[in-house]
């Protein structure tokens, strides 16, 4: 498991007269991170800062940040300060600044960025990465009803069903959760077919999946 951000985020907010644009995207390389930073100067390459910060991998072992300008350590640092705070990654969090004309000081600078990341990151919404298996469950027809409450009574929503001798249902099952198996195996006195079909990685929120 690890946490992530659902989609892209985007918020700002005026300080002190210098206008402060946060970004957030969910990214899966280093080189897609590198991108991201060259579209968003290009867009906002009248902006007097675009800084950065970015962790990559599910173990994290990507870690980079850049002031683009602004005094060392006012502002990539802070950006990658939240995302370890927010145990993210797989995540690029991008900092605009357009100067209003009174300067901020380092701890203004700090504070200014550090909220650029987070209501980015909001807007972005986190989410807990899991492993689910796609699973094919099969049973008679005489267990339909008994199989498909158990299913909306435990939360799964059914992606496919499928009639021919026998019914077919496919759902997302968290690897590891062996309750499910046994819960229609007694349901079905051992009759069901249950098959691993792939390996899905799935956004979770407040404990369901997002599709």
């Known amino acids: 498991m690890y946490k992530t951000i659902l989609k892209d985020g985007y918020d700002e907010f005026i300080e002190r007269k210098s206008k402060f644009i946060g970004y957030a995207f969910k990214v899966e390389s280093e080189e897609e991170a590198l991108n991201k930073i060259d579209e968003i100067k290009k867009k906002h390459r009248d902006a007097t800062h675009n800084c950065s910060a970015y962790i990559i991998g599910e173990k994290k072992l990507i870690q980079k940040y850049n002031d ?7 502002a990539g640092i802070p950006m990658l300060e939240v995302l370890k705070k927010e145990n993210l990654t797989n995540v690029l969090v991008i900092g605009t600044r357009y100067f209003g004309g009174i300067m901020l000081g380092a701890g203004g600078l ?11 990151i909001d807007s972005g919404i986190v989410v807990e990465m899991f492993t689910f298996e796609k699973t094919s469950i099969k049973y008679d027809y005489t ?32 690897v590891g959760n062996k309750e499910l198996k046994s819960d229609l195996m007694e349901e079905t006195g051992g009759t069901v077919e249950i098959k691993i079909l792939e390996l899905v990685d799935l956004p979770v929120l407040k404990g369901k999946i997002v599709y």
């Open 68 to 74: 683009d300008g602004e005094p060392s350590g006012t």
């Open 110 to 120: 700090v504070r200014a960025y550090t909220k650029s990341a987070k209501i980015a």
């Open 143 to 174: 267990f339909h009803g008994s199989i498909t409450n158990i299913l909306i009574k435990k939360g799964y929503k059914i992606l496919d069903e499928i009639y021919t001798d026998k019914v077919e249902i496919i759902v997302h099952n968290k």
